[in-house]
Structure formats: C-alpha cells, structure tokens
C-alpha cells in the first residue's frame, strides 16, 4: 500500500533521512523505534507530504505522491495522522472537531456526519463528552479525540507519531488500547513509539531508524529477542 524509495529529507545541512526503502502491505501494522533525532519523525512525516522529501520516492498504491498532478487534499484523506500534541480545535465542541472535516471535505451530509461521529466517540468511551469543549477533557481523552478525528475521515492508513509522549503514564494506556482496538481491525498502521511492550505486542513489522536509515528491521520477535545490528542492541539495552 505504501512504499518508500531511497526516500531523503534534509534541513539546512542536517540530513535526517539518508535513503529509507521499505513497503508497507495493506492491514500491516508497523512499529518504528529508534533513538530521539534519529529521523523517525521526519519519516512519518514525508508520507502525507508534511514534510516535502529531497529526494527518492514515496508510493501510495502504486503512484508517486510527490508527483505535482497529484491531488495532495484528496490523498491526504487516505492516510490520517495522530500527533505527540492532540492538535483538536480548542474553540469547537468535541463532536464539532470530529465531524468538521467530513462535512467540509468529503461532502458528507451534516446528520449522516454527525450518526457517524458518534458511533466512533462511543467506541472510545467519548459519547458522554460530544458537546463538551476540548479544553475540559484531560490529556488521554484530548489524543482519544484526536484519533476519532482521524478515523472520520475514514482513511485506509493510520499514522500515529509518538501519540503517548506527552501524556502523564496514568493516561498512556487508555490511549494505547484505543490503537490496539485499531490494529485488530484490520487497520493499516504506523506507529513511532517509545512504548517498547506494546510495539512488540501489536506489530507485524518492528524498524529500528537511527541515524536517518534503516539499520534493521523484522519480526517483534526478531528485533527484541536477538537484534543483530550493534546499534539496535546498544538502543534495546537502554531502553528495556
């Protein structure tokens, strides 16, 4: 579904990625781990074009998307994205956040949107908060609201950036059984996390990205009980 060619980002004479290649199949969940700087981000981040690559490829189904004819709003209705920071607009009620993009960019029927949107905030335990504004939610309930947003948009590629990182631990795992609930559902998935337990748990695919490449990647399996690259072993040894 997604597939990166010898992909490459720059700032200012910081190279970050310096040539990721790898594919990503449809309904694969794929967890990135690697130390901080080392260019995960930054990946996620070229995928829906947030970040323009300076070189090589990125391929959704087939069709490059730094390709200048491509529709980059439509595309970015396919691949929806969850940050460190919610993001959700403080001036809007929560179901307004979530209904919002549906109504505006995907022409969805007010009554139908809003049907939708709170059949995906019951799902997350948010159906009592809908005409609540953001700012009376508590962090774990903030990022679950941002994931409802995304998942509105009906996309057929989720990626989530750190989503836990700037929660308080007693938040995390309201957070991550959320996205755990996403990957039994046969949801294509990205996910950059620190939270070592739950990549092994969920992923079909683990990459280890330090220093802007791939330095190994494989099973959970693979990667947490007999990583071969000295890199990846320093990194788990800290970490674990």
Same mark, same amino acid.
């Given at each position: %579904?997604?597939?990166?060619?010898?992909?490459?980002?720059?700032?200012?004479?910081?190279?970050?990625?310096?040539?990721?290649?790898?594919?990503?199949? *449809?309904?694969?969940?794929?967890?990135?781990?690697?130390?901080?700087?080392?260019?995960?981000?930054?990946?996620?981040?070229?995928?829906?074009?947030l970040?323009?690559?300076?070189?090589?490829?990125?391929?959704?189904?087939?069709?490059?998307?730094?390709?200048?004819?491509?529709?980059?709003?439509?595309?970015?209705?396919?691949?929806?994205?969850?940050?460190?920071?919610?993001?959700?607009?403080?001036?809007?009620?929560?179901l307004?956040?979530?209904?919002?993009?549906?109504?505006?960019?995907?022409?969805v029927?007010?009554?139908?949107?809003?049907?939708?949107a709170?059949?995906?905030?019951?799902?997350?335990g948010?159906?009592?908060?809908?005409?609540?504004?953001?700012?009376?939610?508590?962090?774990?309930?903030?990022q679950?609201?941002?994931i409802?947003?995304? %998942?509105?948009?009906k996309p057929?590629?989720?990626?989530?950036?750190?989503?836990?990182?700037?929660?308080?631990?007693?938040?995390?795992?309201?957070?991550?059984?959320?996205? *755990?609930?996403?990957?039994r559902?046969?949801?294509?998935?990205?996910?950059?996390?620190?939270? %070592?337990?739950?990549?092994?748990?969920?992923?079909?695919?683990?990459?280890?990205?330090?220093?802007?490449?791939?330095?190994e990647?494989?099973?959970?399996?693979?990667?947490?009980t007999?990583?071969?690259?000295?890199?990846?072993?320093?990194?788990?040894?800290?970490?674990?």
């Open positions: %579904m997604l597939e990166t060619r010898n992909l490459k980002k720059s700032f200012g004479k910081l190279e970050v990625l310096k040539g990721i290649s790898t594919g990503i199949r *449809r309904g694969e969940v794929v967890s990135i781990i690697g130390p901080s700087g080392g260019g995960k981000s930054t990946f996620l981040r070229c995928l829906n074009l970040e323009t690559p300076d070189g090589g490829q990125v391929l959704f189904k087939g069709q490059d998307i730094t390709d200048k004819k491509l529709n980059i709003s439509q595309y970015r209705q396919s691949i929806g994205m969850v940050f460190q920071h919610f993001n959700v607009f403080p001036n809007l009620t929560v307004e956040n979530v209904t919002l993009a549906p109504v505006l960019e995907k022409k029927p007010k009554d139908q949107a809003k049907e939708e709170m059949a995906l905030l019951r799902r997350v948010l159906g009592d908060k809908a005409d609540e504004y953001p700012r009376k939610l508590s962090g774990g309930q903030k679950r609201l941002a409802v947003r995304a %998942m509105a948009m057929e590629v989720m990626l989530f950036d750190e989503p836990t990182s700037a929660l308080d631990p007693e938040m995390v795992k309201e957070v991550l059984n959320v996205i *755990r609930e996403l990957t559902s046969g949801m294509t998935i990205l996910i950059v996390t620190h939270e %070592m337990g739950f990549a092994r748990e969920i992923s079909d695919r683990v990459l280890f990205i330090c220093d802007g490449v791939i330095k990647e494989g099973t959970p399996e693979q990667i947490f007999c990583p071969h690259e000295p890199s990846t072993i320093k990194f788990l040894s800290m970490v674990l």
